[in-house]
């Protein structure tokens, strides 16, 4: 939204909790629930966030005041329906919504802490650069993360995961400097389909080895992954590394999709022994996949009347770096 009153407003008409967000911060809290202990970048900084944050995730931030600046979520179950002027529009399943005025994420200032925080990482995951506006200040604030990374142990990971652009020409911005950067490029369908410029049926073996393929040659990174609802899919160098910690990010976000936030070792370790996606299962037996080097990680069979659909990649991406972590 344009004003950040009417967004304040807008939040006003609906029951609300106030959480913590963005995809580092979320996955950050995601590994802190199973016992890993991280730290995250921030650009804002306020009580709220003081206080939401757990001991067992450290921060650094590059605000200098105390700034409000919140993302407001709307959450909603298969066959809600919202009317309009003209008709109505149903939705065919849970999903959410996002309507965000956030300066601070728009400049995504670094701080000076950066590379300290660096040298002591066993996996750093890199996000955020969807929010930023400016294609000149976007490479400048690369080019000084390309320059903090250097801080970055030997043997550490580096993950990059992508996100809705608020501006798409942002995406080839980054792209000119992301691949050198990071281990492994990770993304969903969504992300995916933009990249391609077509859909592709997420089901069929064929298609998603060839959506997988062409991915990797046009992101350029090492490693590429797509999670899915059901699924995720890995191309590239430590494939049986990656598609090991996509395994635990389809359980982290499965484990956030039945409990929301209240959960915990013990919920996840539950979630652990629910059956596998079925579609998930039959890619991974598929030999069109194997033959071109596609690793699969199905999901897990999980149903809930009340869902939660906020965070689910951040959930994701929080499994895939708390696997890492504890691998290397």
């Known amino acids: 939204m344009a004003d950040k009153r009417a967004l304040l ?15 580092c911060v979320r996955a950050a809290l995601a590994m802190e629930r199973i016992g890993v202990a991280s730290t995250v970048h921030l650009v804002s900084i306020n009580d709220d966030v003081r206080r939401l944050l757990p001991p067992a995730v450290e921060w650094v931030c590059s605000a200098e005041t105390d700034s409000l600046d919140p993302h407001v979520i709307v959450q909603y179950p298969a066959g809600a329906a919202v009317r309009l002027v003209d008709g109505e529009v149903t939705a065919r399943r849970p999903n959410r919504v996002i309507a965000v005025n956030d300066a601070p994420n728009e400049r995504l200032r670094l701080s000076p802490e950066l590379p300290r925080v ?15 506006k400016s294609a000149a200040e976007l490479r400048a604030r690369l080019a000084e993360l390309e320059a903090a990374l250097a801080a970055v142990p030997p043997g550490a990971v580096v993950v990059y995961e992508d996100a809705g652009f608020h501006d798409d020409a942002m995406r080839e911005v980054v ?3 992301i691949p050198r950067l990071v281990d492994l490029h990770s993304l969903n369908e969504d992300e995916a389909r933009q990249y391609l410029g077509r859909a592709v049926d997420l089901e069929d073996a064929a298609q998603v080895t060839a959506m997988m393929v062409e991915l990797h040659r046009r992101l350029g990174a090492p490693a590429v992954m797509v999670h899915t609802s059901r699924y995720a899919a890995v191309i590239g160098e430590r494939a049986e590394l990656f598609r090991d910690a996509a395994a635990a990010g389809c359980l982290m976000a499965s484990t956030r999709f039945l409990h929301g936030d209240r959960y915990g070792a013990a919920e996840y370790a539950a979630v652990g022994r629910a059956p596998r996606d079925e579609a998930g299962a039959r890619l991974a037996a598929a030999p069109e996949p194997a033959e071109a080097g596609v690793m699969i990680a199905p999901g897990f069979a999980v149903s809930t009347a009340s869902p939660t659909t906020i965070g689910l990649g951040d959930a994701f991406i929080g ?10």
């Open 118 to 132: 660096l040298a002591s990482a066993q996996a750093v995951l890199i996000s955020g650069f969807n929010t930023m």
């Open 319 to 328: 499994g895939v770096v708390a696997h890492l972590a504890r691998a290397l």
């Open 9 to 23: 407003a807008f939040a006003g008409r609906f029951a609300y909790e106030v959480t913590l967000g963005g995809t």
């Open 175 to 177: 792209l000119e400097v």
